[in-house]
Structure formats: C-alpha cells, structure tokens
C-alpha cells in the first residue's frame, strides 16, 4: 500500500485533502454539469468554506469525505465518504454516504468502486449500524450508485432545506444496514 493514502481500492487512494484541492476542487464545484443537482455552483471561497466544514467534521468524527485520486495518475478527482446529515426530517440524524467527482472521470466506475470501499469502513472499522445516501429524484446516475452498491430504496421525500417549487426538492433516500 502507498503510504501516502490513508486507504485505497483498486484505482483510488484516499487521502486527506492538502492545500493543492482547492483549485481542482472549486473548479469542479463551479462546472454547471457536475453540480446540476445542487441548488447552484460554488465560488472559490465557497469551496473553501466547504473544505473546513470537512475538515471540522474529520475533527469530530476521526471521518468523512475524503479527497480522492486516480492512482494510476495522481491526480485529484474529487470526494467520497461520509457526512453527519441532522436536517429535520424523519430519518435524520443519520450517516450519509456521498461522493463528487470531476466530470471527467464520470461513468468509469469510480464512484461504485469507492463508494463500496467506504461503506466495508464504515461496517467493519468505523462501526455504522447504517449508511444512508440521497439525492434528487433528477439524479439518476447517483441513483443508480446506490443501487450498484447494495443500497435499498427506502422513500422519497421533500428536502427541508429545499423550497417545494425547486426542482430538486423531491429526493430518494436509500440505505443499507450492517448485516
């Protein structure tokens, strides 16, 4: 294993996030394409604000989301793992399982391979009863990860954080349970 990964799965190391994400990441987080279902891109200093919410959620968890990279390039590809969801709703709070990648590497079954690495963590190692994951009932490709990692539909619901006209507001809520 390289050291410099704290895990990794076949094609990914993950790692901590260093200063050199921002740029990669607040341009994927400005790319219209890879964040059509969120209710609008991030500035730079957005992302950044989003980087230190990850990084306090590391320091209260030991967890989280974790900044990627294809091994074979090293490049930095995006995020998979956990966050703590405590939004009002009738399964929260709960462990969320998520992952954003550059659009680039969409569709190459990076998202499954990772997200399927993570979730062994999360049973085996982190100690999760249960791992949810939503998305937008528009968000078919992040849909069918879930399914393509063993999640079950459980429902759809109306996003609280989300005004009812919003084109996103409508979600699918799936998990999976420790067996």
């Known amino acids: 294993m390289n ?5 990794e799965s076949q094609r990914l190391g993950f790692r901590n996030w260093k200063e050199s994400d ?9 790319d219209l394409e890879v964040m059509q279902y969120f209710p609008q891109p991030l500035s730079r200093e957005e992302t950044i604000r989003f980087i230190n919410r990850i990084q306090s959620h590391f320091e209260k968890w030991d967890f989280g989301l974790w900044a990627v990279e294809e091994k074979e390039s090293k490049k930095f590809i995006g995020f998979i793992g956990f966050n703590y ?5 009738s399964f929260t709070p709960c462990m969320e399982i998520g992952w954003r ?9 990076f998202a499954s391979e990772g ?3 993570c979730i062994e963590k999360g049973f085996e190692e982190i100690n999760l009863k249960e791992i ?12 069918n990860v879930m399914i393509k990692i063993g999640m079950k539909k459980v429902m759809e619901f109306e996003h609280p954080k989300l005004e009812k ?11 999976i349970a420790c067996e």
């Open 3 to 7: 050291s410099k990964y704290l895990f």
């Open 22 to 30: 921002i740029i990669p990441f607040a341009k994927m987080n400005s």
């Open 85 to 89: 969801a405590d939004f009002k709703s």
């Open 101 to 109: 990648l550059d659009r680039k590497y969409w569709n190459l079954g």
């Open 115 to 117: 997200a399927r690495l």
């Open 132 to 143: 949810y994951s939503f998305t937008s009932v528009l968000n078919t490709k992040s849909e």
């Open 165 to 175: 006209e919003n084109r996103l507001c409508k979600h699918v809520l799936y998990k």
